[in-house]
């Protein structure tokens, strides 16, 4: 099939976000989406679009970030023009809760640190007072917090669903149940440049986008590609619905619009295990109780884990193969954050056929090991 202007290889968040950019340039664009047994951290997240502390350790990757939050409004109001789907976009600013001095003194270096070295001005330490004058109902052991303005939320299935329809409305194909096999680049050509393969069909596309996942590490290499991803397991609460009192949203709570508080703060790197724990799960339950202690009257619906796609430092790649001019790596740790840079700002550029000089910092060249 095709020949595509775009061949996305992954229809979660981040290969949807890519596939819906190109497309409203007017591309012609294809995603062909794996299997519904394949590991998708989109349809499993927690729904933040959260700016506070990215960067600390690649300022390049605070500004993105700014970036994305940014260019969200637009988004958001993009895909319901074109789709009628509400992502359900809130940036009231993002609560990060410290239970201990020690805890509030380690948000105010961190706060400190984003300041010196990403210009950030944005995230601010509130005292206990403070807190409580923003947020009432916190309990008697949270000490302070961190807060920026520019954290937000959104709902996740509806912004997945809402980037995929609106690839459709712009006359791209979303292609689930094609997993990708083999991937073969003609060399030089313009039109028709990659032959993806992906059970008995074949598709044709001038440039190529690998955003599968964790399905990008065994793909990236085909086309000259490192993806060096892995799993880092989170667990997540919800709970019934409650009456609206959390205005704000939180790195470990927030409230939906429909009222259920989800909870969520666990990092275990336990593989392709996504089985949930009781003793992490009555861990994030316990502070969420120490933060709201009405949450203790609460009944809990539902619990679940995912896995996140994590390079080796967590941190962004974008990257184009040098082998096979036209075939990029795009793969984060947030891709809901980024999802509105990667439609608005990156998928313009991948359609042009090569990343800018500022990209650079987030090739995978970084994990190269250099000759000894
Ligand atoms: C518990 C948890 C909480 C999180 N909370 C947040 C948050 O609050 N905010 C935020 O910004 N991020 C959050 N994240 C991270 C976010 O979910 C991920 O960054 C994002 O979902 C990654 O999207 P993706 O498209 O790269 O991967 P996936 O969603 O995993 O999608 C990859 C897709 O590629 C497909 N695929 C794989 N192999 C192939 C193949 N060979 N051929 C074709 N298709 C293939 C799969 O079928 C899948 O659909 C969280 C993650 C977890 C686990």
Known sequence: ????????????????????????????????????DAVRSSRVNFGLVWVQGKGAKLPPYAAWTRRSAELWPQLAREL????????????????SFCLTEAELEAAAARARHMHA????????????????????????????ASFNRRDGHVNPLYTLRALQA??????????????VEAIV?????????FTVHAGA????????????????????PLVGLAMPVAPERGEIVVTERLRRFYHYTGDILRQTAEGTMMIGDSHENVGFDTSVSLPVLGGIARRAVAIFPALAEATVV?????????????????????????????????????AAAHALALAPLLLSGSLPETFHAFSADRFRVPAA
């Open 80 to 95: 319901r023009a074109c789709t009628g789907v509400d992502c359900c976009l809130e940036q009231p600013g993002g609560m």
């Open 166 to 179: 609106g690839l459709q409305a712009l006359g791209g194909d979303y292609l689930p149940g094609r997993t």
């Open 185 to 193: 680049h003609a060399g030089g050509s313009q039109d028709g440049g």
């Open 117 to 144: 070295t990403c210009g950030d001005e944005d995230t601010v330490i509130l005292s206990r007072e403070e807190t409580r004058a923003r947020v009432p109902e916190i309990g008697p052991r949270v000490v302070g």
């Open 1 to 36: 099939m095709g020949p595509y202007d775009l061949i996305v290889v992954g229809g979660g968040i981040v290969g949807s976000a890519v596939a819906y950019g190109a497309a409203r340039q007017g591309a012609r664009v294809a995603v062909l989406d794996g299997s519904d």
């Open 302 to 338: 539902r619990t679940w884990s995912g896995l996140r796609v994590l390079s080796p430092d967590s941190l962004p790649i974008y990257d184009e193969s040098r082998v096979c001019p036209g075939a990029f790596a795009v793969t984060c740790h947030s891709g809901v954050t980024l």
């Open 201 to 220: 069909e074949a598709f044709r596309g001038a440039r190529l986008v690998i955003a599968a996942g964790h399905g990008a590490r065994a793909l990236a």
